[in-house]
């Protein structure tokens, strides 16, 4: 999203707005597919046991979600500590890695060179602290009026440690030739390198490459000899380009993080390591490897609960109500959702397809997407199929919305000011956020249709009178379960709190006093230990310019969908037709040796082979001529 220092508050400064592509934070299988929307991944995520929006499962505030070895083990990478080995011994490979959801800057992160330790009651426990935080910016609109920058965190990612030692094996990619060198002056050129061509790297001795000619290249070593206008031994040294895929690695091993490349040698920022940095912020892209699952050993009385799990946010210090409202009016001539009350009556077709209304009318409020729906015309009016409905609506009933009117399509939010991190204790009723979500889900009960349902409302009231009353017991699973009721999670996953970071506050913060207090030391004095000495390793916020105390806090997977801009489709807006753009616009045919990456693909299909290109490319330069001939003779 380039710049991402842009200020919602200074002067509306002009600018071209950008499309906003979000990828998903995981693929669905181990062969790297794509989840094909916003609803398959989280139906995927629903089987997750801990992490779960707003408020966790063990009755505390939690700003983000879970992703685990539970659901998703094709992205869990095994390291080397015992109580991994024992607890898993068929170790997690890493076959799949975590995804950057889209285009920002890295602006902090901290890597563990190995996993760290806490002491509990059956032997040490082992977390990782590791995190990686991007930034992003949005400006759908021609001013700063309508941009929000926000960020997204990415944490208890695999250590270093996990990782093999990065290996010197390295080949030619598919569809490269490259030319090779004698010595670092480029101009003698001993051979062309094949696809497939095997040499030697060792990518971290900044002797072995440099910068010349507006490119970068590698001084490699061949692995077998060459026969060529010069005879070449294994072992003899060359200069090939290497700044575009121009080599991959030679190995079958997990994909390192893309974010890790910019902290190696010959970088002048190199990695550090067990500690906060925030580097000069550089680029990374949608689908970039962010890292793997990290071995974490939850505690619980008498042992604990392993797992891999990362655990993902969506924040922004931004005004995220203003955001929401679409002050700017965005996209409102290019409406991309209908919206409709309950009580408006639906139209049918009849025997000869003309549009009647009949004697029905829509049960409760809703919206759906217009791009996609059936929709057909009738006397000037437009009628638009909604859902799975065999009826129509009228154009004129519905309010046509923008993608960036996201209150009105469901966004809400509150701001929370609470006693404790400990929302459910099972002792002081929870008068602020839970009561808010359970009004929330009251209204949204209320309005349900369906006689399966009729009672639900009932038993949201009772709570809502339970927590009113003062009671000071009550039972925080009730409550628990009641928050994260599957029938009306749409709501939950569409709220945005503004609420106290627990990656900011430090022990001695209200929030954290009212949880860590002399009687929890008394009674249960490991979990005290361990309560602090975690939240002491795992901070960071406030070591990060920027942040603040109380960010807005949006669900990552919703948030970023709702935003994202659909990928354009058809031939025009494909990769291929961006290659032949270059090709003829510039007259460079090497372009055709480009490697395309495709994050939401498997591996196995991120080489578009030069072949393959080639015949493409004729075949469609026949094709366009052919239709130009045709044009001109109209």
């Given amino acids: 999203m380039g710049n991402t220092s842009a200020s919602t508050t200074g002067a509306a400064v002009s600018t071209p707005p950008r499309p906003f592509i979000r990828v998903f934070p995981v693929p669905k299988n181990n062969r790297g597919h794509a989840f094909s929307n916003i609803d398959d991944i989280l139906a995927h995520l629903q089987g997750e046991p801990t992490g779960h929006w707003l408020i966790g499962s063990n009755g505390m505030w939690h700003g983000g979600i879970h992703i685990t070895d539970a659901t998703t083990p094709w992205c869990a990478l095994s390291g080397k500590a015992p109580q991994e080995v024992m607890e898993y011994p068929v170790p997690g490979k890493g076959e799949q890695a975590i995804r950057c959801m889209a285009d920002g800057e890295v602006v902090a992160y901290r890597i563990n060179r190995d996993y760290l330790t806490l002491p509990w009651e059956s032997g040490d426990l082992f977390y990782s602290s590791s995190f990686v935080l991007v930034r992003h910016h949005i400006q759908p609109g021609q001013t700063a009026a309508s941009s929000l920058t926000f960020y997204t965190l990415y944490m208890h990612l695999a250590p270093w440690s996990a990782y093999p030692e990065e290996s010197t094996a390295y080949k030619v990619a598919d569809g490269q030739h490259l030319k090779a060198y004698v010595d670092d002056t480029l101009q003698w050129t001993a051979t062309t390198l094949k696809p497939g061509t095997r040499v030697n790297w060792n990518k971290s001795d900044p002797a072995a490459q440099m910068t010349a000619r507006g490119r970068r290249y590698a001084h490699v070593s061949l692995v077998e000899g060459i026969t060529d206008k010069m005879n070449l031994n294994a072992g003899d040294l060359l200069w090939v380009v290497c700044d575009n895929g121009n080599l991959l690695p030679d190995h079958n091993g997990p994909e390192r993080p893309a974010w890790w490349s910019n902290l190696l040698p010959p970088a002048k920022e190199t990695m550090q390591f067990d500690t ?10 949608s689908g970039d490897a962010i890292g793997h699952l990290g071995y974490y050993q939850a505690p619980k009385d008498g042992g604990y609960n392993g797992r891999y799990q990362v655990h993902i946010e969506c924040f922004t210090t931004d005004d995220l109500p203003r955001f929401l409202s679409n002050s700017e009016h965005v996209e409102r001539d290019k409406p991309a959702f209908g919206k409709y009350p309950a009580g408006i009556p639906l139209y049918m077709k009849n025997s000869v397809n003309a549009i009647y209304q009949s004697q029905l009318t829509t ?82 009960s209320s309005k349900d249709p369906r006689t399966s349902h009729a009672q639900v409302k009932h038993n949201y009231q009772r709570l809502l009178d339970k927590i009113d009353s003062g009671e000071t017991r009550y039972s925080a699973q009730e409550y628990l379960r009641a928050v994260q009721n599957p029938d009306y999670i749409d709501h939950l996953q569409h709220l945005c709190v503004k609420h106290p970071g627990d990656w900011y506050c430090t022990s001695d913060d209200p929030v954290w006093q009212a949880f860590f207090t002399t009687l929890l030391k008394k009674e249960a004095p490991e979990w005290y230990s361990y309560g602090i000495r975690f939240l002491n390793a795992t901070r960071w916020m406030d070591q990060v310019p920027d942040m603040s105390r109380t960010p807005w806090h949006m669900h990552p997977q919703v948030f970023l969908d709702a935003i994202s801009t659909s990928k354009k489709r058809g031939w025009a807006h494909s990769p291929f037709a961006d290659l032949l753009g270059c090709v003829e616009s510039k007259n460079d045919y090497t372009a055709y040796n480009q490697i395309f990456h495709s994050p939401e693909r498997s591996e196995n299909l991120h080489l578009l082979e030069f072949e393959k290109v080639s015949k493409s490319v004729r075949d469609e330069l026949a094709r366009m001529m052919g239709m130009v001939i045709m044009m001109a003779m109209v």
């Avoid at 906060?276 to 892209?285: A, D, F, L, Q, W």
Wanted: charged share 20%.
């Fill in 363 to 444: 049960h409760q409020d809703g919206i759906f997407p217009l791009n996609g729906s059936q929709h057909t015309e009738d006397n000037q009016v437009t009628y638009w199929q909604a859902g799975a409905s065999r009826g129509y609506l009228a154009e004129s009933d519905l309010k046509l919305l923008s993608r960036y009117d996201l209150a009105e399509r469901g966004f809400e939010t509150v701001e929370a000011s609470p006693r404790s991190f400990d929302h459910l204790d099972g002792k002081n009723q929870p008068a602020g956020l839970v009561r808010h979500i359970f009004q929330m889900l009251f209204n949204a």
């Fill in 276 to 285: 906060v940095v925030c580097p000069t912020p550089y680029p990374i892209r």
